[in-house]
């Protein structure tokens, strides 16, 4: 039979990845299980049966899924919030944050070698000017499409071919962080654009506040402890536990808004020239504004799907915005600057603080129990999930 287990033998039907034609299905009949949902509907997430990719063509590598992190966006996705399928297809296999090893190269490949670790980026451009420039995480367009969440198969799976101008080079001292590298190429692409968008003034910040204690709160602390700021770490639950000891290795400070609610915190703290945000609440950034020093910025991460609503003192906050000469954005996704911002920073986090940024990962799942997997991700005890595919 020719053609892909999705167009049913019908030669030359386009489909959503490149090894999904016809031909490949021929060479590998061998099929692996992924992790899948049906975009839309909740509870829809399920294991199904995939063809192993085919070699790869030129400009690509096949890369063997080490580890694939489990995140609040693949929450709301298989919570039907959000997500969307490749076109043609009725199912999106799950799946951004990877760490893998380059099994094969194809022709041409020049950059990546077989056994090199990798971590792959999540977004692939459209043909926006921003995209075509490699800036595709600033895409202008909207039709970009990301693995794992819109439009593009993740890494929830053994095997997947990628470009490799879509892979980044991982040490392999750095292996057993490798699965981090997505959460915090988010970080990176926050803090590269705090530096473009304040080059608006003199600016010379020393405080810096993240709201959050999960993956991405935390590697935000490390990386503002890594870039000289006196860092406080927000978050719910009061000491001791185990986010705010984590905290405290890298030397940032940790405050629980049930001690010092999160419009509080200027007022405790004096000037705060930097908020990162990464509660997963989209109310807090209206109270954040109420924390912020003059002259500074708040820079919202995190991707919300519900419907949550708040009043809001506007006047208050305008007139705080506008006398304070304060800016506020949204900064989502990262292209490769920030990965490899991302590696450099890892060796830091290591040399500063040894072994500490592991302990991000708590809870580790065998590629089947992604169901508990998903389930341990919304626990409050839980900073990182992955799935575990090295065996
Ligand atoms: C991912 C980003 C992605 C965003 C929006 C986040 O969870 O980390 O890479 O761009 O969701 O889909």
Redesign the pocket.
């Known amino acids: 039979m020719r053609g892909c287990y999705r167009c049913s033998g019908t030669v030359g039907v386009p489909c959503s990845e490149r090894y999904e034609t016809g031909e490949a299905v021929v060479q590998q009949a061998d099929r692996m299980q992924a992790v899948a949902v049906t975009p839309g509907r909740a509870g829809s997430a399920r294991l199904v049966e995939v063809p192993q990719p085919a070699a790869p063509g030129p400009g690509e590598a096949l890369v063997r899924v080490l580890q694939a992190g489990v995140?609040?966006?693949d929450v709301e996705i298989t919570g039907g919030l959000y997500g969307a399928a490749p076109a043609g297809d009725d199912f999106l296999i799950l799946g951004?944050e990877s760490f893998g090893v380059v099994e094969d190269v194809g022709p041409d490949v020049h950059d990546l070698a077989p056994g090199d670790y990798v971590a792959a980026m999540?977004?692939h451009p459209d043909d926006c000017p921003n995209c075509r420039r490699g800036e595709w995480d600033m895409c202008i367009k909207g039709d970009y499409r990301?693995r794992g969440?819109?439009g593009l198969h993740g890494f929830m799976r053994p095997y997947y071919v990628e470009r490799t101008s879509h892979l980044v080079l991982v040490p392999a001292a750095r292996r057993t962080l490798g699965v981090l590298m997505?959460?915090l190429s988010?970080v990176e692409k926050g803090l590269a654009q705090i530096a473009r968008i304040q080059d608006r003034m003199h600016w010379e910040p020393t405080t810096a506040v993240v709201l959050g204690a999960g993956p991405i709160g935390l590697l935000a602390t490390a990386v503002f402890r890594v870039s000289g700021y006196r860092t406080f770490t927000v978050a719910r639950t009061p000491r001791p536990n185990s986010r705010a000891d984590l905290v405290e290795q890298m030397g940032a400070v940790y405050l629980s808004t049930q001690e010092t609610p999160v419009s509080e915190l200027g007022r405790a703290l004096g000037q705060i020239d930097v908020i990162l945000e990464a509660t997963g609440n989209g109310a807090v950034a209206f109270e954040a504004v109420h924390s912020l020093g003059t002259n500074g910025i708040l820079c919202l991460t995190s991707?919300t799907p519900g419907d949550r609503r708040v009043e809001v003192p506007a006047d208050t906050v305008n007139m705080r915005l506008v006398l304070g000469n304060m800016a506020v954005f949204g900064a989502?996704?990262?292209n490769r600057s920030h990965f490899e911002q991302g590696v450099r920073h890892l060796e830091m986090f290591e040399q500063l603080w040894p072994g500490v940024i592991a302990r991000l990962i708590t809870h580790r799942f065998p590629l089947a129990d992604f169901a508990a997997a998903l389930e341990q991700q919304q626990d409050r005890e839980s900073i990182k999930v992955v799935l575990d595919l090295a065996g």
């Open positions: 995140c609040g966006t951004h999540v977004r990301e969440i819109r997505e959460p988010i991707v989502v996704n990262a």
